[in-house]
């Protein structure tokens, strides 16, 4: 499984943007795939999850600012993040779980003025 992340950068606390995960495979009958962040130094964290359900699971400090959705058609798993801030910043990476846990290469946010 290869999974394809972007849509990083830099952005100003208060603005938004919007991470895609593209897979290589169809995600429509994987139980469990999100997003996590890392920070140097620290554990990488989950941000976001959603099961094949459609139930999604969010950090207490994401809720209500970051939207996790998927597009089965598009093989595409993406992170809606608006209201960011500076301890937002972080590599995020996202995770597809089939037989094992299948890691992308991550994307770069940076939230700063």
């Known amino acids: 499984v290869q999974l394809q992340a972007s849509g990083g950068g830099l952005v100003e606390p208060g603005g938004s943007l919007r991470l895609s995960c593209a897979a290589s495979?169809?995600?429509?009958?994987?139980?469990?795939m999100g997003w996590y962040r890392q920070v140097p130094g620290k554990q990488r964290e989950m941000v976001a999850v959603?099961?094949?359900?459609?139930?999604?699971n969010y950090a207490d400090s994401v809720k209500g600012r970051f939207t996790l959705s998927r597009d089965n058609a598009r093989k595409t798993l993406y992170l809606q993040m608006s209201s960011l801030k500076p301890e937002d910043t972080a590599v995020y990476f996202c995770m597809v779980r089939t037989v094992s846990d299948n890691w992308g290469q991550g994307t770069e946010v940076t939230v700063s003025s």
């Open positions: 959603i099961t094949s359900a459609g139930r999604t």
């Open positions: 495979v169809s995600i429509f009958r994987l139980n469990f």
